[in-house]
């Protein structure tokens, strides 16, 4: 089945310590996205990739970059993880950013930063 | 400003009843309705949307919703509840003027009680 599948599905860090969470499709789609989900709350987009156009939102802070390394693969690093970044992180798809295409997610990536 | 809001963090319904999950909207020009659902430890699902033509939107697992532009409303509905219902459900929308980000409301969190 074509699906959006991120490794790992928990992620323990320390304070500082680089960490990278991986996604990939099987669905060909040309977007990809990363949101950030925290505790009850809606989830927030990070940034998506294009293609290989990058898209950065415009609060999301430095500390969080990503790499798009061909169409089935994107990554998520977090360079210096603080107590605050722990969250849900998700990872969605959708074939062309057209307005009214909607986004495939995968199961998420739960982060602890200790 | 352009928003998306679910006014109830909590929904509960017994087995049998019908549901309704509210969302509301505010924006300037027509929008791009989704409602995904999450089930625990888990990515977003995608259940239906609205993009143009009839209100009324079947999706997946019996959800359909209505759109009611002069209300601006697209409340989610059920006929019959199921106990594997219970999830957390979320409306979002995409402006036709924004760019390709989804905004989520907060979440309402349906809890089908057997």
């Known amino acids: 089945d074509a699906m959006v599948i991120q490794n790992p599905r928990y992620q323990v860090t320390q304070f500082g310590k680089p960490v990278t969470l991986s996604c990939s499709q099987t669905l060909n789609h040309n977007v990809m996205y990363w949101y950030q989900q925290k505790s009850s709350q809606a989830p927030k987009l990070l940034f998506h990739y294009y293609d290989k156009d990058f898209n950065n939102e415009a609060d999301t802070p430095d500390n969080f970059q990503s790499r798009r390394p061909n169409t089935s693969f994107c990554f998520l690093d977090i360079r210096s993880p603080g107590l605050g970044d722990a969250a849900m992180y998700l990872c969605a798809t959708s074939r062309r950013p057209g307005q009214g295409r909607e986004q495939y997610f995968g199961p998420g990536t739960r982060l602890t930063v200790t | 400003a352009q928003s998306v809001a679910q006014p109830e963090d909590q929904v509960n319904v017994a087995e049998g009843n019908p549901l309704t999950v509210k969302c509301t909207y505010s924006?300037?020009?027509?929008?791009?309705l989704f409602w995904y659902v999450q089930y625990p430890n888990r990515g977003l699902q995608f259940l239906l949307k609205?993009?143009?033509?009839?209100?009324l939107v079947k999706g997946s697992y019996g959800f359909e919703a209505e759109f009611n532009k002069s209300q601006t409303s697209f409340h989610l509905k059920k006929p019959s509840a199921l106990v594997s219902d219970s999830a957390l459900y979320f409306c979002a929308v995409r402006f036709q003027t924004g760019a390709n980000n989804l905004f989520f409301g907060t979440g309402t969190r349906l809890t089908v009680i057997p």
């Open positions: 924006v300037s020009g027509n929008p791009y």
């Open positions: 609205y993009i143009t033509g009839d209100n």
